[in-house]
């Protein structure tokens, strides 16, 4: 939840062309006005927003279903939202020489979310019913 708050701060304030709001802590205005904040055209708040999003509902419903496919689904965009962090986190500080604290929010969120998930498979692993073995995962 609070990774899909900070991906719809900046998307609402990307497309409402307004300033943000980051009290001073770090260059929050310029890193997401930079050419790397946007991929396809479109702001990657947004698609911070999409994968956060996608990870509640799967994580939702493969704990509803007891589905380790949809538990391993959101572990596999955690995984690559975190790469894609590290990428963005990269471009701050060596690219643009700038910070963003929301960013950094983010980057922190998405990273504990990896673990959260793993450390919810590798807890399952064993569970037949979770596991689908027992007609839980169909």
């Given at each position: 939840?609070?990774?899909?708050?900070?991906?719809?701060?900046?998307?609402?304030?990307?497309?409402?062309?307004?300033?943000?709001?980051?009290?001073?802590?770090?260059?929050?205005e310029?890193v997401?006005?930079?050419?790397?904040?946007?991929?396809?055209?479109?702001?990657?708040?947004?698609?911070?927003?999409v994968?956060?999003?996608?990870?509640?509902?799967?994580?939702?419903?493969?704990?509803?279903?007891?589905?380790?496919m949809?538990?391993?689904?959101?572990?596999?965009?955690?995984?690559?939202?975190t790469?894609?962090?590290?990428?963005?986190?990269?471009?701050?500080?060596?690219?643009?020489?700038?910070?963003?604290?929301?960013?950094?929010?983010?980057?922190?969120?998405?990273?504990?979310?990896?673990?959260?998930?793993?450390?919810?498979?590798?807890?399952?692993?064993?569970?037949?019913?979770?596991?689908?073995?027992?007609?839980?995962?169909?």
């Amino acid at each position: 939840a609070v990774g899909l708050g900070v991906a719809t701060y900046l998307t609402v304030v990307h497309y409402a062309h307004q300033p943000i709001a980051c009290n001073g802590i770090g260059d929050c205005e310029y890193v997401n006005s930079s050419e790397y904040a946007e991929l396809v055209g479109l702001p990657v708040a947004l698609l911070g927003g999409v994968a956060y999003a996608s990870m509640l509902l799967l994580t939702a419903a493969a704990w509803a279903r007891r589905d380790a496919m949809l538990l391993l689904g959101a572990w596999g965009i955690a995984l690559a939202s975190t790469g894609f962090s590290a990428y963005l986190t990269y471009i701050e500080l060596e690219v643009l020489d700038a910070i963003c604290v929301y960013c950094v929010v983010s980057a922190t969120v998405v990273t504990a979310l990896l673990a959260v998930l793993s450390v919810a498979h590798w807890l399952t692993r064993d569970d037949a019913e979770f596991a689908g073995e027992a007609g839980g995962g169909d």
